[in-house]
């Protein structure tokens, strides 16, 4: 059974860092999307950004772009992501879905496993 669990949220202040991960188990995911998705009170989930775990190529939001980054550990099987210069309109649930294929995809419809969910706040 596929098991998505994100940590590493919480409050920082307007410019500050966060490192969220995603502890993928369950099965291999050599052959997956991973994909970082947030949702703030009362606005729709949406796409910040997605990696290939095969050979690690990157996908962003033009929102997170310059600021966030995506990174994996394959020995870990865990997916990272590095929150910069983190702004007050950053704040929202971020989750961490595993889409199977090779396809990079902003749709979160299209991903297949999602973990729980890790709050982050950035104050102004």
């Known amino acids: 059974q596929v098991q998505l669990v994100e940590s590493g949220g919480g409050l920082v202040q307007a410019g500050g860092s966060l490192r969220l991960s995603c502890a993928a188990s369950?099965?291999?995911?050599?052959?997956?999307?991973m994909g970082w998705f947030r949702q703030a009170p009362g606005k729709e989930r949406e796409f910040v950004g997605a990696i290939r775990w095969s050979d690690g190529s990157t996908a962003y939001a033009d929102s997170v772009k310059g600021r966030f980054t995506i990174s994996r550990d394959n020995a870990k099987n865990t997916v990272y992501l590095q929150n910069n210069s983190l702004k007050p309109e950053d704040t929202a649930v971020y989750y961490c879905?595993?889409?199977?294929?090779?396809?990079?995809?902003?749709?979160?419809?299209?991903?297949?496993?999602w973990g729980q969910g890790t709050q982050v706040t950035v104050s102004s």
């Open positions: 369950g099965r291999t995911f050599s052959s997956y999307v």
């Open positions: 879905a595993a889409k199977k294929g090779y396809i990079v995809t902003i749709q979160s419809t299209r991903y297949d496993y």
